[in-house]
T-cell receptor, first 112, second 110 residues
Framework: ETGVTQTPRHLVMGMTNKKSLKCEQH?????MYWYKQSAKKPLELMFV???????ENNSVPSRFSPECPNSSHLFLHLHTLQPEDSALYLC???????????FGSGTQLSVL | GQQVMQIPQYQHVQEGEDFTTYCNSS?????IQWYKQRPGGHPVFLIQ?????EVKKQKRLTFQFGEAKKNSSLHITATQTTDVGTYFC??????????FGAGTRLTVKP
């Protein structure tokens, strides 16, 4: 148990669906991240929030929309995804930006 | 953009053999971190190296950071079946951009 909880663990959605991924951390960290992990590719940083402010958006398509209502919660809203968006989506937190990352268990997403 | 290259992509060893994975960056890194991801699991932080030429050990694991702070290695002595997983390096570029390597997947035959 890393102190970073992600739900759901698995998600199957159609291309016209709207869904949200949730991440919660109980570590008192100030930075939270969304990463995408696809087979045979490096972990791809999607979004970074520091003290609830978005500090990085790595050219992520607008069909992915992050939300950080407070420093303990992070959401990733999904809308009209494509099959190539199927991947493991990992949330992470760190005390400050770019320090040791604590990862959640991830959401395995399949887009049909 | 800047990339951190990691080799090999896969490594299969007999239990008891040694294992090494290497990371290389085209630019100087502020620091480098190493993570392990067990099959079906999530990445777990192992260590961070900051100083040029730094060497750190954790039991059978030895981590090195190159003198130029552009490369790093993780060496496991006498592998065990519990070492199975994918090992990732992550280099911090320009103090605000952490780049992960593609990982080295280690399998160990008992």
């Amino acid at each position: 148990e890393t102190g970073v909880t992600q739900t759901p663990r698995h998600l199957v959605m159609g291309m016209t669906n709207k869904k949200s991924l949730k991440c919660e951390q109980h570590l008192g960290h100030n930075a939270m991240y969304w990463y995408k992990q696809s087979a045979k590719k490096p972990l791809e940083l999607m979004f970074v929030y520091n003290f609830k402010e978005q500090t990085e958006n790595n050219s992520v398509p607008s069909r992915f929309s992050p939300e950080c209502p407070n420093s303990s919660h992070l959401f990733l809203h999904l809308h009209t995804l494509q099959p190539e968006d199927s991947a493991l989506y990992l949330c992470a937190s760190s005390p400050q930006g770019n320090e040791k990352l604590f990862f959640g268990s991830g959401t395995q997403l399949s887009v049909l | 953009g800047q990339q951190v290259m990691q080799i090999p992509q896969y490594q299969h060893v007999q239990e008891g053999e040694d294992f090494t994975t290497y990371c290389n960056s085209s630019t100087t890194l502020s620091n480098i971190q190493w993570y392990k991801q067990r099959p079906g699991g999530h990445p777990v932080f192992l260590i961070q190296l900051v100083k040029s030429g730094e060497v750190k050990k954790q039991k059978r694991l030895t981590f090195q950071f190159g003198e130029a702070k552009k490369n790093s290695s993780l060496h496991i002595t006498a592998t065990q079946t519990t070492d199975v997983g994918t090992y990732f390096c992550a280099g911090l570029v320009d103090n605000n951009d952490m780049r992960f390597g593609a990982g080295t997947r280690l399998t160990v035959k008992p």
